[in-house]
């Protein structure tokens, strides 16, 4: 079962080690070393808190909330004036990271939706863009596979660009839990506690320290690729996290 943290009051005290919550009883230690960004959503408002302590605040835009994995979660509309944009990204540009979240969005969603990123708004480069793809618009020949999970990253343009795809569709309007982990040049996806898929980069991800971080959406070409539904439990981690890690998040 996949079910999320303790509400925030709590989260960061038990985060620290095992702890017993007296609604919900005990809970196991979630992984903590090399936290550099975590968003829980259960926050009212327009501004998020980074709870790893890291200071990297959230901004939402034409968001709202909706019932997550347990409390509340983002709730973004697909539209391209719905997402969340974290503007204080030192420590962000990486080349070794994980990245975690949960998701639904509708059946049969065959649009490319963005589920986090950090690019340029020519495009013309990008540290790491993860999205659930959907029907190519450009080029004809791009091998997007319609709800599959896929990583992009790369510099000086199109000519050097790549997505790596998971070959797993997640857009079944259910709760998928998403880890996409990066070593340099190797990229493996993990969903719902398992892996599903490993390959190679041509180039390792650009550490890009400026660049701001957007949630549901890319800022290629102004704000495209808006996500229509769920967002909840963002991590981001400094390093590659192991499969005893992995399984603590999917079933905590």
Not at 17 to 24: P, R
Request: include cysteine; charge should be negative.
């Amino acid at each position: 079962m996949i079910r999320k943290l303790l509400p925030p009051a709590t989260a960061l005290l038990l985060l620290q080690g095992c702890g017993t919550d007296k609604s919900t009883g005990p809970v196991k230690t979630m992984p903590t070393r090399g936290l550099l960004a975590y968003w829980s959503f259960d926050q009212t408002g327009d501004s998020v808190p980074d709870l790893s302590g890291n200071g990297h605040g959230m901004k939402l835009f034409g968001a709202s909330r909706t019932a997550g994995v347990s409390g509340s979660a983002l709730l973004l509309t697909g539209a391209t004036t719905s997402y969340g944009r974290v503007d204080s990204v030192r420590g962000l540009g990486l080349d070794t990271f994980t990245l975690v979240a949960w998701f639904k969005t509708p059946a049969g969603a065959t649009k490319h939706q963005a589920l986090l990123g950090r690019e340029m708004s020519s495009g013309s480069s990008c540290n790491y863009r993860v999205l659930l793809d959907g029907n190519p618009t450009y080029p004809a020949t791009d091998p997007y596979i319609n709800g599959d999970l896929s990583l992009g990253s790369w510099s000086g343009g199109w000519s050097s660009s790549q997505e790596l795809v998971s070959h797993w569709p997640v857009n079944d309007d259910s709760v998928h839990m998403a880890a996409v982990l990066v070593a340099g040049t190797r990229v493996t996806f993990w969903e719902d506690g398992m892996k599903v898929d490993s390959a190679l980069l041509v180039n390792a991800p650009v550490k890009d320290q400026t660049t701001p971080l957007f949630i549901g959406a890319s800022p290629f070409n102004g704000i495209s690729y808006p996500f229509h539904g769920m967002i909840d439990e963002v991590r981001i981690y400094g390093r590659v996290l192991d499969t005893t890690e992995l399984d603590q998040l999917a079933d905590p």
